[in-house]
């Protein structure tokens, strides 16, 4: 399968609009994935066919050294060919430059995911209770620290 990771542009968002109502129980609407290309605090990039399809996106806002990745998605049949792994391959290398970590939520279920973010250095770091809906269903927050503040320093 080929694709290249291109950064998020106008032509993407009807794409990844459909990509997200298709993955998730609360899915970013067009309009939300606009405002997000002009918010300097976030990055969103996408693995996008030599058709110019897109085949799975994914969001990290940053605020000074922190990372939060909003969604990592990848259509149906992209999934298992290394697309949801590039993706986070190139937020985790952003990471060891510029941040101090990157957290994110999974569904406790989502064993694919978890085992992707295990992968990349992600370790549990707590759960959300409840924090799906749609099912109901509690998130495991899952953080890879690229820099360790010493605890004299905390």
């Known amino acids: 399968m080929e694709y290249n990771i291109v950064p998020m542009d ?3 968002v ?3 609009a459909e990509l997200e ?8 609407s067009e309009a939300m994935l606009t405002e997000a290309l002009f918010d300097p605090q976030a990055s969103f990039i996408v693995a996008e066919a030599e058709d110019g399809g897109v085949l799975g996106y994914a969001g990290l806002q940053v605020v000074l050294d922190e990372g939060y990745i909003d969604n990592i998605a990848v259509e149906p049949a992209a999934r298992r060919h290394g697309v949801a792994d590039e993706l ?13 970590f990157l957290t994110l939520e ?3 279920s989502n064993e694919p995911a978890i085992a992707l973010y295990r992968k990349h250095g992600f370790e549990e770091a707590g759960r959300r209770k409840d924090y799906y809906t749609k099912p109901t269903e509690d998130a495991v927050i899952m953080t890879r620290y690229f820099r360790r503040i010493p605890k004299e320093d905390a």
């Open 106 to 108: 999974v569904r406790s």
């Open 14 to 16: 009807p794409q990844i």
């Open 88 to 100: 986070l391959d190139v937020f985790c290398r952003f990471g060891e430059v510029h941040l101090a």
């Open 21 to 28: 109502r298709e993955c998730f129980s609360a899915p970013w």
């Open 10 to 12: 106008r032509s993407h």
